[in-house]
């Protein structure tokens, strides 16, 4: 995702130019999150303090669906729970959305 000016909205909300040293999570979403999200992954960059609320709501941001959407999801960061969301960030890892499921 970049501006029209081709800098890249940075997960704490400012904008940096894009550098292919910048650091960036991917994030992955499943099922009504990828719905909403209209794909299935992407990649976001981070800068030092930037947390999973913080991703969340970039996320969010200009897509109300996809904002409605993540106020229900439980987060995975590599695999595991994300119990805090204000949980730092860490360039390289992976953020799993995940809506709730229906059934057992």
């Not at 999973?52 to 996320?59: I, S």
């Not at 904002?67 to 439980?74: G, I, P, Q, Y």
């Not at 729970?81 to 229906?102: E, N, Q, S, W």
Request: glycine share 12%; aromatic share 4%; hydrophobic share 40%.
């Amino acid at each position: 995702m970049t501006t029209p000016s081709g800098n890249v909205p940075a997960v704490d909300g400012t904008v940096a130019e894009a550098d292919p040293g910048t650091g960036s999570v991917t994030v992955r979403f499943f099922a009504a999150a990828a719905a909403a999200a209209q794909t299935d992954e992407e990649s976001w960059p981070v800068s030092d303090g930037a947390t999973v609320d913080t991703l969340v709501a970039r996320l969010g941001a200009g897509r109300r669906e996809l904002a409605r959407v993540l106020a229900r999801c439980s987060y995975l960061c590599d695999g595991i729970a994300v119990r805090d969301t204000g949980k730092r960030l860490i360039p390289g890892c992976t953020i799993d959305v995940l809506p709730p499921f229906a059934g057992g």
